[in-house]
């Protein structure tokens, strides 16, 4: 993958913590737990996360994570848990790529296959064509694990990700625009079913 492939960086989160978000900003696992939130996470991954340390780095969970593409294996299973309308996928500016000491991956960060690089350089690690593709469903169940761990590649950001770097949301319906409006926050609201899996 090359700069010029991708517009933006995604993050998932709850359409309830938005306004902590734009306050405090995308907060690592670590800092998170210190204020009140609705977590998405998947428990048994967090388990897997906190055991992992990014080689010459922080502990994975001192980062805050955004994806290159949030339609997603995480994705899918957090609409499953939480309802499209509870969901948000924040736009994140290119540009945090070059804060200091953010890191690429080119699969979920807590694969124990996953590589590793300083941004924006790490970008020559992450496959563009898997991590944009449609579907992650493979006949041979070896090649999905592997797809379902690179469409998660990650940018890992030291402790937080600064609210000035937030473009915008995406989220699946009118109805959940709507629920973001009543919060009273300033974001430009982009309704796009297709990320959140709904056919038309």
């Known amino acids: 993958m090359q700069l010029h492939d991708i517009k933006e960086l995604h993050n998932i989160a709850h359409i309830n913590n938005l306004s902590s978000i734009l306050e405090r900003g995308i907060l690592s696992h670590e800092s ?11 428990q048994e991954i967090q388990d897997r996360r906190i055991r992992v340390r990014v080689p010459g780095g922080l502990k994975l969970h001192e980062y805050a994570n955004l994806y ?45 296959y996953a590589r590793f690089l300083p941004s924006p350089e790490g970008l020559v690690l992450v496959n563009k064509e898997q991590v944009f593709a449609e579907y992650w469903k493979h006949g041979n169940p070896i090649r999905e694990w592997e797809h379902k761990s690179i ?6 950001v030291p402790r937080s990700v600064d609210p000035a770097y937030i473009m915008g949301i995406y989220v699946a319906s009118k109805e959940a625009k ?23």
């Open 32 to 42: 998170a737990k210190r204020i009140p939130h609705l977590s998405v996470a998947a």
């Open 68 to 112: 290159f593409c949030a339609r997603n294996p995480m994705l899918y299973r957090c609409v499953y848990e939480h309802g499209h309308d509870n969901l948000g996928v924040l736009r994140i500016s290119l540009d945090v790529l070059n804060e200091p000491n953010v890191v690429i991956t080119d699969s979920n960060a807590s694969s124990d």
């Open 151 to 156: 469409k998660c590649a990650e940018v890992l």
């Open 178 to 200: 709507h629920k973001i409006e009543l919060l009273g926050v300033s974001l430009t609201v982009s309704v796009d079913p297709y990320m959140f899996f709904i056919r038309k």
